[in-house]
T-cell receptor, first 112, second 114 residues
Framework: GQQLNQSPQSMFIQEGEDVSMNCTSS?????WLWYKQDPGEGPVLLIA?????ELTSNGRLTAQFGITRKDSFLNISASIPSDVGIYFC????????????FGQGTTLQVKP | DAGVTQSPTHLIKTRGQQVTLRCSPK?????VSWYQQALGQGPQFIFQ???????QRGNFPDRFSGHQFPNYSSELNVNALLLGDSALYLC?????????????FGSGTRLTVV
């Protein structure tokens, strides 16, 4: 079945540093989504990408939909302590509306 | 405006028992999806309900079943519980008009099978 490989698995960075994480797939997706999950909570949508090559920003977050449709990356600039959490990529295929395939997550820790 | 509400928040069951989890979607949403999230893993799609029917199903056995009510709320039922069913069960609601990607997730039900 479809799988997403998300890397790195975890990151421990200093406040103020930039962060980059990515997601690759063996299959083509038509939509890429990035979520953040805090302990005891459900995932919260950060950025949605609907077109190959699309680059979208949401505050300090920037994400891109790879031109091959098999990858996506998320950058966080000037990290702050509240960026701590688990970041998930998720992909969706045409004809599979509603079914999201999630990566295994990147755990981000920020040292003040 | 309430978001997605799930109940109970935590549950402990014995192997072989049956469990029912409940979800109330966000106001204005008509589609409910259920995901299973094992510890340290990403959520895995179980199934989706729209207009009281199961529209799509992931790779889960028939022990997992669901229902959607006329008010759009939903239940997830799991029969003959196994230890491996221990996980966080997430409900996500959306509006079909949003192309199903405008998901709002609930905080989940933590199920522990002993």
């Amino acid at each position: 079945g479809q799988q997403l490989n998300q890397s790195p698995q975890s990151m421990f960075i200093q406040e103020g540093e930039d962060v980059s994480m990515n997601c690759t797939s063996s299959s083509i997706f038509n939509t890429w989504l990035w979520y953040k999950q805090d302990p005891g909570e459900g995932p919260v949508l950060l950025i949605a990408l609907y077109k190959a090559g699309e680059l979208t920003s949401n505050g300090r977050l920037t994400a891109q939909f790879g031109i091959t449709r098999k990858d996506s990356f998320l950058n966080i600039s000037a990290s702050i302590p509240s960026d701590v959490g688990i970041y998930f990529c998720a992909g969706a295929s045409s004809g599979n509306t509603g079914k999201l395939i999630f990566g295994q997550g990147t755990t981000l820790q920020v040292k003040p | 405006d309430a978001g997605v509400t799930q109940s109970p928040t935590h549950l402990i069951k014995t192997r072989g028992q049956q469990v029912t989890l409940r979800c109330s979607p966000k106001s204005g949403h008509d589609t409910v999806s259920w995901y299973q999230q094992a510890l340290g893993q990403g959520p895995q799609f179980i199934f989706q309900y729209y207009e009281e029917e199961e529209r799509q199903r992931g790779n889960f056995p028939d022990r997992f079943s669901g229902h959607q009510f006329p008010n759009y709320s939903s239940e997830l039922n799991v029969n003959a519980l196994l230890l491996g069913d221990s996980a966080l069960y997430l409900c996500a609601s959306s509006s079909l008009g949003q192309g199903n990607y405008g998901y709002t997730f609930g905080s989940g039900t933590r199920l522990t099978v002993v």
